[in-house]
């Protein structure tokens, strides 16, 4: 049986019900017969509708599956390519770090300060905090 | 007879794929569990890579928190040269090589020749500086590409090269803190086990095995890198005003034995430490020794008072020597005295006056506090390679070894040991052990140094009393030129002869020195200057005394320490 032949065989078997009532009368045994081919024909129905079914549900699934594993290798990549981003940042702070220590450097601030033509405070006065105090 | 036919070909079709079947099946019976292991093993060989991930070696500090060692990653240059051709498979080498050249610093015939070497893969140039790699990585150049390796970058250059030690193209450290701390910096390497696609990406939803490396520990250390440059500085200016072979200079705080500065003269950069002088390495604070000269009287007399051999106003009948063991030991150029009290000998340096002192001490006891104040031993201070010096054991004496030895000769310590021994008599008489890291910081948190007192070498009594008298030396005696406006100074200075190869002394040549502690009441830090074989000979003392006074002029300006004196 095909599958526009199962499709169809519900609508083509109400006009043979139909006629099965009028023969109930004049033919018992005939009827049963019948019967008994409508109700394999319905068992073969539920039969390919399941297996059609489980295999659809099967290909959902799977696809299901197959669309989760995609999503997850995109966003593994993507987050590969955040982490190589923040290690490359990260190194870039460590560099920016370093070059501020060595601008910072004493050394560098004194020969800075040579070539702007600035010279060591020859004396420094220093207030006596306890002295101070003392002569308020 | 066709059905007859028919059935035998049948039989024998049957036949041969029953036994291809057969023949099948048993092959992949046997891949399935005799050579499954192999298989699965090659298979995972083609995906899996194994990788060490490297552990973040720690961070160095000063006192204040400012950067002095990192590590950071650097692109290193390599060169496949097999792949140096352009799309119609014309060598392009040489193209390469001169577009490389001029970024590089290097002769494109040099580039040249590495490229026909015959390696398939080799190292341009290894840990680049950054704007180098990225002058590089914008020019158009096949065969090239980067690989990212760690560089320790130390930037204060050569300021604090001494202490800091460096870290070798293997990533071992050496000498100074990164030598004696090599195993807490350096961390644990971590491992990774990852699926890889052909594009070397990991697999998400492949193996992935991670032990993740422990990075390395971060220290914090007792320098403090103003007192560190301004030492630097003025040991280089000293050294190369009186062209001087070498010096040392130690800065402690006596109060807890806390390195806040040491400088060795020669020093390299420990950026191109390759280029060093095999001699520049040499920490001369640590590892060199000296005989101290009269540096070495005030630890004679403290020795003498704290025993009670002698007081501050014993007196002696000074004649310009004194004898002992049959020989004639001379004050400097044989100048006569006369009537000298113990403060006086300090004051007014007088060998004679020293042995005069040692002889009413006794070599025993002596030797005894010689080893008290730390000498002929290491002081256990936490940079590698540090050296004992030498005290020779009491058996080992001659008669007049007694006498030289009361005045800095016959002995040889290191410019540390001498620092040390100063700080005990600067802070009331506790030994402290020096330390340059005052603490590290892992994983758990931080980790402080306790300072750690060795011993109680001489009583605070004595203590006071040697301060004083090494006031009075500065304030009116030999070591003038080392008074500063404003605080007290104790100082002593110390000329010594050089020994030789053949045991006799070098002539004409001399070791200058002057160690003492500022402000002399509540002292906040102990110098030591040592110079090697300065032009002004006899009297090298002088720039030592100035460099004295020009490191501490800086450091209490820097610290904020108030003037003891008006």
Known sequence: ?136 | MTATISHTRLRFLFAFFTVVSLLLSARLAYWQTVGRADLLSRATDQVHSDLVVAAQRGVIRDRNGAILATTVELRSLYAIPGLMTDRDGHDQKPAVAAALAPILGERPEVLRAAFDSGAEWLFVRRRLPEETAVRIAALPLAGLGFEMEPKRLYPNGSVGAQVLGFVNDDGVGQYGVEGRYAAELSGTPGRLVVARDPANRELALGLRTAVPAKNGDDLSLTIDLAVQNAVERELAAVVEREKAAGGAIVVLDPKDGAVLAIASSPTYDPARVGSADAEALRNRAISWTYEPGSTMKPITIAAALDKGAVTPTTSYQDVGYAVIGGRKLCNAQCKVYGPTTITQILARSQNAGAVFVASKLGASDLNAYLHAFGFGQRTAVDLSAETTGIVRPLAEWYPVDLGTISFGQGLSVTPLQLATAYAAIANGGNLYRPYVVASRRDADGEHRTAPVVVRRVISEETSATLVTMLTTTVDNGIANAASLKGYSVAGKTGTAQIPSDDGSYVDDAYISSFAGFVPAVDPRMVVVVVLEKPQSKLLGTVPAMNTFKAIATDALRYARVQPDRS
Do not use: K
């Open chain 1, 1 to 136: 049986m095909t599958f526009a032949q199962a499709v169809r065989a519900p609508q083509a078997r109400r006009v043979p019900h139909r006629l099965h009532r009028e023969a109930v009368a004049h033919h018992r045994g005939a009827s049963r017969h019948a019967a008994t081919r409508i109700r394999t024909s319905s068992w073969e129905i539920r039969s390919f509708l399941l297996a059609s079914g489980v295999i659809v549900a099967c290909f959902l699934v799977v696809l299901l599956y197959l669309a989760q594993a995609t999503a997850v290798s995109a966003a593994s990549y993507e987050a590969q390519r955040l982490a190589a981003q923040r290690d490359e940042l990260r190194r870039q702070n460590a560099l920016l770090v370093i070059e501020s220590a060595r601008l910072d450097s004493p050394a560098r601030v004194e020969t800075e300060a040579q070539r702007l033509g600035l010279v060591r405070a020859a004396t420094i006065r220093v207030v006596v905090t306890e002295a101070a105090a003392a002569t308020r």
